[in-house]
């Protein structure tokens, strides 16, 4: 759904868009009671329909419009009208981070120290409040007109999208790819430091105008995010201070425990940095709830008055009480002594293995990463059938034996709707697996998922037009079950090399299944 100019919503005149998102799309808008410009995001169809999103909306809105800070756009209203979910916020006259560093390229070491402090001042609110907020980005980076200021905007709605974790229901993660934290990319439980590590990745690109892993392909990018090193600001600007290489290669740590413990600290070494100098403030974690490392708030501090005691007061034993009732009499033991028990029978001695030697913390966390980057290029695969649900439209099932095109169209769509719904499925399983056995499952849980949807288009009855594009989409499918079982093969041998060597044939399928998809659309009359 989409507002055009002159349109009524909810109180609010819409006047123009502002811009487009994954969240749905932002308008200037006049709210007509208060005759105020606002910003108006209006959620996307997707997200509005998902009702654990909805139930989760109005409270997350409400934590996010309590955060009262100078570089946190201010939330107005929330709520729904028509149907679809909106917020409203301060609209900011100026441009955001994304647009800047597309025309201007990499920013001045001052200013983009400026620019990442201020957001940093903005999580650190955040963080306070217990919200994370799982997509720091130069596209939710605000400027003022004058560039004296920078605003992070989105509060309140990366939340919405997934709860503990940073993956949602669907087994899909939030969360731009270019900025992600890799426990996001794993579906681990994020708190403040995920945010950490993505503004790292923002101050990164400001300071070089390019971000830090420029991959063609998205499993190349998630790879780097979880196996790469960080890569040295001076290594595409050797011009400014070596200090850079140590701020963000610290706040781009693979390990959550290796960053810094707040933005703002990571905001406070970037201007040293610029500076040239020592960061004089000492390192401390400001967030509570959800958002802190531990997903509890931390204990209240409780004051001691002055006038208190300090010595311990003394302590008297008390005796225990005297034994009540009768006293309990044992009995005599019999002539000769008690039986003694018989000595057990010998064991016939054999040589006992040693148990293996346990894996280093080094080995599992590079199985670790061998496997969640398996898993990171299969989720592709989770993507690539809604294109068929997409391409084929319509909707319903129909008779296999009638070969009517809209009857076929039919019925080749819900196979495809529930196709999709299995191999997200099966995606999500791939992503979480934690050893090569659980791999292996998850992989041929999509593979049988691929078969059970071909076996269902096989059965059907297609129209002549549609028999020869139905049977490319069939061989691209089944050429894909092969690689995805290449890849489960590779992961259990431990070859990482073969793993990512398949991520272009993985892509390439994607290309084909769509194209097919869209072939065998037209040729069913759609």
């Not at 959620?43 to 419009?65: H, N, P």
């Not at 549609?466 to 079950?481: D, F, G, H, S, Y």
């Amino acid at each position: 759904m989409e507002l055009s100019p002159g349109t009524e919503f909810a109180g609010h005149r819409i006047d123009a868009v502002a811009g487009r998102g994954g969240m749905g799309v932002v308008y200037r808008a006049t709210h007509l009671a208060l005759d105020r410009v606002v910003a108006l995001k209006l959620i996307a169809s997707a997200l509005s329909g998902d009702e654990s999103f909805r139930a989760r909306f109005k409270q997350e809105s409400m934590t996010a419009a309590s955060i009262d800070h100078p570089n946190v756009i201010p939330i107005y209203d929330a709520g729904e009208a028509d149907g679809q979910l909106y917020i409203t916020m301060r609209f900011v006259d100026g441009t955001d981070l994304r647009s800047a560093l597309d025309q201007r390229g990499a920013l001045p070491p001052d200013d983009a120290t400026r620019i990442v402090s201020d957001i940093a001042a903005a999580l650190d609110a955040a963080h306070a409040r217990g919200l994370v907020h799982r997509d720091v980005k130069p596209a939710n980076v605000l400027i003022s007109a004058d560039g004296q200021r920078a605003y992070l905007t989105d509060f309140g709605l990366t939340k919405h999208a997934a709860s503990t974790s940073g993956v949602t229901q669907t087994g899909m993660f939030v969360g731009t790819l270019d900025y992600i934290a890799p426990e996001q990319l794993a579906g681990k439980g994020v708190d403040a430091r995920a945010d950490v590590y993505s503004l790292g990745c923002v101050l990164f690109e400001a300071l070089t105008g390019q971000v830090p892993y420029p991959r063609e392909e998205e499993p190349a990018k998630m790879w780097a995010h979880m196996g790469e090193p960080p890569p040295p600001v001076s290594s595409v600007r050797p011009d400014l201070p070596a200090q850079f290489d140590e701020v963000v290669t610290r706040a781009m740590a693979k390990d959550p425990d290796e960053r810094f413990p707040s933005a703002g600290d990571l905001g406070r070494a970037a201007r040293a940095a610029a500076e040239a100098r020592a960061t004089p403030h000492p390192e401390r974690s400001v967030a509570t709830g959800q958002a802190a490392p531990s997903g509890a708030a931390p204990p209240p501090v409780v004051s001691i008055p002055q006038d208190a005691p300090t010595a311990m007061p003394t302590v008297t034993p008390v005796p225990p009480p005297p034994p009540t009732g009768p006293p309990i009499v044992f009995p005599p033991p019999p002539a000769g002594g008690w039986p003694q028990p018989s000595p057990p029978a010998p064991v016939p001695s054999q040589p006992v293995a040693p148990p293996p030697p346990p894996a280093s913390p080094r080995a599992v966390a590079v199985r670790r990463r061998r496997l969640v980057a398996a898993g990171a290029i299969l989720g592709v695969v989770a993507l690539i059938v809604v294109g068929l649900a997409l391409a084929l439209g319509g909707g319903g099932g129909g008779s296999s034996k009638n070969p009517d095109p809209a009857v076929y169209r039919s019925a080749a769509t819900k196979a495809a709707g529930d196709f999709e719904s299995a191999s997200t499925v099966a995606g999500a399983h791939l992503r979480a697996a934690q050893n090569p056995l659980d791999f292996s499952a998850g992989a041929n849980e999509f593979r049988r998922a691929v078969s059970v949807f071909i076996g269902r288009l096989q059965r059907l009855a297609a129209p002549p037009a549609a028999r020869a594009p139905q049977a490319r989409l069939i061989t691209i499918l089944r050429r894909l079950a092969g690689d995805v079982g290449a890849i489960s093969d590779a992961v259990n041998a431990g070859d990482r090399a073969r793993v990512l060597s398949l991520a272009a044939p993985i892509q390439r399928d994607q290309r084909e299944v769509k194209t097919a998809a869209t072939q065998l659309e037209t040729a069913a009359g759609g």
